[in-house]
């Protein structure tokens, strides 16, 4: 029996749609990240992209476990001198509250050329509201 190594024109694309609204934001990024990579598909190949279009609404509203929401950082830097900035999620959620779930799918993706496009096929809105609906996105629960 020979392996079979997928084609990236023979890949067929779902739609998912995954509401955010108090889950934890480790376990909404785990099933969205999942699904971008397409892991749970029987043609999965490490090197073509086989996942499908995740659509995230209610990001705002995803909350952290603990005290993470107070105590976590996400750190910028500028370049310069003393442009290193700390910001608590807290924070984060007033300025861009789709950062954190963004961030958290980023880094649960492969850091390459491979990882940047998939990347792109993610969706974070911060509301309810989102421009997909006549993809039919398939509706998912995180447990």
Known sequence: MKTYFQKPTEVSRNWYLIDAKDQIVGKVALKAATLLRGK?????TPNVDTG???????????IF???KEFQKRYSTYSGYIGGQKNYTPQKIRLKRPTFIIEHAV???IPHNRLG????????????AEHPHTAQKPIPISID
């Open 65 to 67: 476990s603990g005290k």
């Open 106 to 108: 980023r880094g649960m």
């Open 116 to 127: 940047r496009k998939i990347y792109t096929k993610l969706h974070v809105y911060e509301g």
């Open 52 to 62: 499908d279009n995740v659509i995230i609404v209610n990001a705002s509203k995803a």
């Open 40 to 44: 749970g598909k029987v043609i999965f």
